[in-house]
C-alpha cells in the first residue's frame, strides 16, 4: 500500500472553553519522502569556458532537480536546467555522480520545458509512480521535491492552488499549468509535484517572483506524451501552427464570435497547416466533431491523431468584415 500524507489535529483549551483555545494541524510526510527517495535526483550541468590564459575549462554552470521514470534509466527534468549544457550529471541519494545524456527536449519553440536523459547507470534508482493531473482537484494535498538553492533535496507541503493556469516567463510561455502554494525556489526545476498518494502530478518548472507561495508545475498529463516520442524515437505529432487560447476577455477585446477555442497565431511555411489553408486568425472550435475549448485541447487531438492521421478542423474564419464557419481536414506531420 502506497504511504499517502496524514495528518493529526490537536486542540488546546484554556479555563475549559473549546473557543478559548487553538487547533493545530500537523502533516505528516516522512513515510511518502521515504518511498520516492530513491526516484529523486539533482541535476548539474557544465560548460565550457575561456580561462585567463587562452585555455578551456570545463566549469560546473548550474543544478537542477529531475525524477527517474522508467527501469532504462530515464530521467525527466527541465529543458531550461540542461540548456547549453556540455554535459549533465546526475545524482542519487547514493551521492554518486552518474553520466547523463539528452534524449530529447521540449523548449520554448514548443511552448514547453521538459527535456529528457538517459543514464549509464541506474544502480541504486528506481522509477516513480506515475499518477493523473487530470484527476487532481483545487484544495488536494501536494509535496513538493526539489535541490533548493542548489543545497541539496528539501521537501515543502502545499496544496493545488489553481489548475489550468497560463505563465509567460522570457522566452518562455506555458499553458494548463498548475498552481501550488507548496515552495517552489530556485533549483527545484525539474523537480517531482506528488499528490497524497506519492505519485508524480506534475514536473515544478517556474515561479512567479513578483509574488509569494505561488508556483507551477506541468501537469504529468501533458508530459507523458513527450515522454512516448523521445522513448520511441517517433517525431512529435504536429500541424505547424502557433496556437492561444480563446478567453471570455480576449473574446470580448477583440470582438470573438466565441469564448472558448483555439485561435491560430500563426502558420508555418511548407507546413501541414499552410498546405490545408489553414489561416492566421483562424478559430479552432472542434475536432472531427469533438469541442475544442483551449489550445491544450487542439494539441491532445494533434497527439491523439498521430503522424499521418487525420484530423477534421471546424473553423470560425472571418470573412469580409464577418466570422463564418467552416471545415479544413489537415493531415498531422512530424516535428
Not at 155 to 180: D, F, H
Not at 221 to 241: C, K, M, R, S
Amino acid at each position: 500500500m502506497a504511504p499517502t500524507i496524514t495528518t493529526t489535529s490537536t486542540t488546546t483549551t484554556t479555563g475549559g472553553e473549546t473557543e478559548a483555545g487553538f487547533h493545530v494541524v500537523l502533516t505528516d510526510v516522512s513515510e511518502l519522502v521515504e518511498a520516492v527517495a530513491s526516484s529523486v535526483v539533482t541535476v548539474t550541468l557544465t560548460q565550457l569556458r575561456l580561462d585567463e590564459l587562452g585555455g578551456v575549462t570545463e566549469i560546473p554552470v548550474g543544478a537542477g532537480t529531475g525524477v527517474v521514470i522508467d527501469d532504462d534509466g530515464h530521467v525527466l527534468t527541465n529543458a531550461h536546467v540542461i540548456a547549453g549544457a556540455r554535459s549533465v550529471i546526475v545524482v542519487g541519494p547514493d551521492g554518486k555522480p552518474r553520466t547523463a545524456q539528452v534524449v530529447g527536449t521540449w523548449g520554448p519553440e514548443q511552448n514547453n520545458d521538459l527535456a529528457l536523459l538517459l543514464l549509464e547507470d541506474k544502480s541504486g534508482l528506481e522509477p516513480i509512480v506515475i499518477g493523473s493531473s487530470r484527476d487532481l482537484k483545487v484544495g488536494d494535498p501536494v509535496v513538493a521535491i526539489g535541490n533548493a538553492l542548489g543545497r541539496g533535496l528539501s521537501v515543502t507541503v502545499g496544496i493545488v492552488s489553481a489548475k489550468e493556469r497560463n505563465v509567460a516567463r522570457g522566452t518562455m510561455s506555458l499553458e494548463g499549468v498548475l498552481q501550488t502554494d507548496a515552495a517552489i525556489n530556485p533549483g527545484n526545476s525539474g523537480g517531482p509535484l506528488l499528490n497524497a498518494r506519492g505519485e508524480l502530478v506534475g514536473i515544478n518548472t517556474a515561479v512567479a517572483p513578483e509574488a509569494e507561495n505561488i508556483g507551477f508545475a506541468i501537469p504529468v498529463d501533458q508530459v507523458l506524451p513527450f515522454i512516448a516520442y523521445v522513448v520511441a524515437e517517433a517525431g512529435q505529432p504536429y500541424i505547424g501552427v502557433g496556437l492561444f487560447t480563446v478567453t471570455p476577455q480576449l473574446a470580448g477585446q477583440f470582438g470573438l464570435p466565441v469564448e472558448e477555442g483555439a485561435v491560430i497565431m500563426e502558420v508555418f511555411g511548407g507546413s501541414a497547416a499552410a498546405e490545408a489553408g489553414l489561416l492566421v486568425g483562424d478559430i479552432v472550435v472542434a475536432s472531427d466533431e469533438e469541442r475544442i475549448s483551449s489550445r491544450n485541447d487542439l494539441l491532445e487531438r494533434i497527439d491523439q491523431a498521430g503522424v499521418g492521421g487525420k484530423l477534421t478542423l471546424t473553423l470560425m474564419r472571418l470573412v469580409e468584415d464577418r466570422f463564418e464557419t467552416t471545415q479544413v481536414t489537415v493531415e498531422v506531420d512530424a516535428r
